[in-house]
């Protein structure tokens, strides 16, 4: 299945295919920050794995933020509107003809869907390295994906959150957030109970959540600024350039020179 060229155009970013498969494609998609994105569909039905930055997104069902790792799914010629927050975004995307899932989903939504607890974040997680791994057969892509898909329709997408987990995010989402003990007891919890019940909430550890987080505001400043890379992991928060080479590898499979090479492409388009 070859790309639908509306659907690669509608903004102003960089798709990079990772693979095709025989009515099935997958995308890396790079979205410069603070960008809208007008009203839009897709021929195919589509699954958004978002792994870095957030967005704001408009369909029939209404509005809704996404804030770190999440799965979005739209159905075919379901239109929809997005607001990429001034950090950008990064997805995993992959479209799909429903006849090829066979008989591993049974009926797809009529409406946009989106999850954002911690079994659809490591799901999510897991079938984005699946597609990026060219090891994986077709014949795994094909069961890992229906699998996936069953199991999110399975799932209440207003799943109940801690009371102490919004207060947990801004902090977490400051330059320097203090230790996971520290935040702990500033939430009169215990902190071996408080790392268990985060990660159980969010489907990552405490820093994990800090190492995204400091990812994000590097691909900001490398994307938005002429500042060295030195620099950069330093304003950060990493202890120098080669800790943030290896957490850029680790989250989106390439440098921040890469990176910031991509911004350029994609403001060029």
């Known amino acids: 299945?070859?790309?639908?060229?509306?659907?690669?155009?509608?903004?102003?970013?960089?798709?990079?295919?990772?693979?095709?498969?025989?009515?099935?494609a997958c995308y890396r998609v790079v979205?410069?920050?603070?960008?809208?994105?007008?009203?839009?569909?897709?021929?195919?039905?589509?699954?958004v794995i978002v792994r870095l930055g957030s967005l704001t997104e408009t369909c029939e069902g209404g509005t809704a933020h996404y804030d770190g790792p999440a799965i979005i799914?739209?159905?075919?010629r379901r239109s929809h509107a997005d607001d990429i927050d001034v950090?950008?975004?990064?997805t995993i995307t992959?479209?799909?003809?429903?006849?090829?899932?066979?008989?591993?989903?049974?009926?797809?939504?009529?409406?946009?869907r989106g999850?954002?607890?911690?079994?659809?974040?490591?799901?999510?997680?897991?079938?984005?390295?699946?597609?990026?791994?060219?090891?994986?057969?077709?014949?795994?892509?094909?069961?890992?994906?229906?699998?996936?898909?069953?199991?999110l329709l399975s799932q209440d997408t207003k799943s109940v959150a801690p009371q102490w987990l919004g207060k947990v995010a801004e902090i977490l989402n400051t330059a320097?957030?203090?230790?996971t003990e520290q935040i702990a007891t500033s939430l009169g919890l215990h902190p071996d109970w408080f790392r268990q019940a985060?990660?159980?909430?969010?489907?990552?550890?405490?820093?994990?959540?800090?190492?995204?987080?400091?990812?994000?505001r590097a691909m900001r400043l490398a994307r938005a600024t002429t500042s060295s890379l030195a620099q950069i992991a330093a304003d950060v928060g990493f202890a120098d350039q080669s800790h943030m080479n290896r957490a850029f590898q680790s989250l989106c499979g390439r440098t921040p020179l890469v990176v910031r090479h991509e911004n350029r492409l994609a403001i060029a388009r």
């Open 1 to 24: 299945m070859s790309p639908n060229r509306s659907q690669i155009e509608v903004f102003h970013g960089l798709t990079s295919v990772l693979r095709t498969e025989s009515g099935a």
């Open 31 to 47: 979205h410069p920050g603070a960008q809208s994105i007008e009203a839009h569909a897709h021929d195919w039905p589509t699954m």
């Open 87 to 90: 950090g950008g975004l990064e």
């Open 94 to 112: 992959i479209t799909f003809d429903p006849a090829w899932l066979r008989a591993r989903v049974e009926q797809l939504p009529l409406e946009s």
């Open 73 to 76: 799914l739209h159905p075919s």
């Open 115 to 151: 999850w954002t607890n911690a079994a659809a974040r490591l799901q999510g997680r897991r079938l984005a390295h699946a597609w990026a791994n060219p090891s994986s057969s077709s014949a795994d892509l094909r069961e890992l994906t229906g699998a996936t898909l069953r199991g």
């Open 176 to 179: 320097t957030p203090p230790s």
């Open 198 to 216: 985060y990660k159980k909430a969010v489907g990552e550890g405490v820093w994990e959540t800090v190492r995204r987080k400091r990812v994000e």
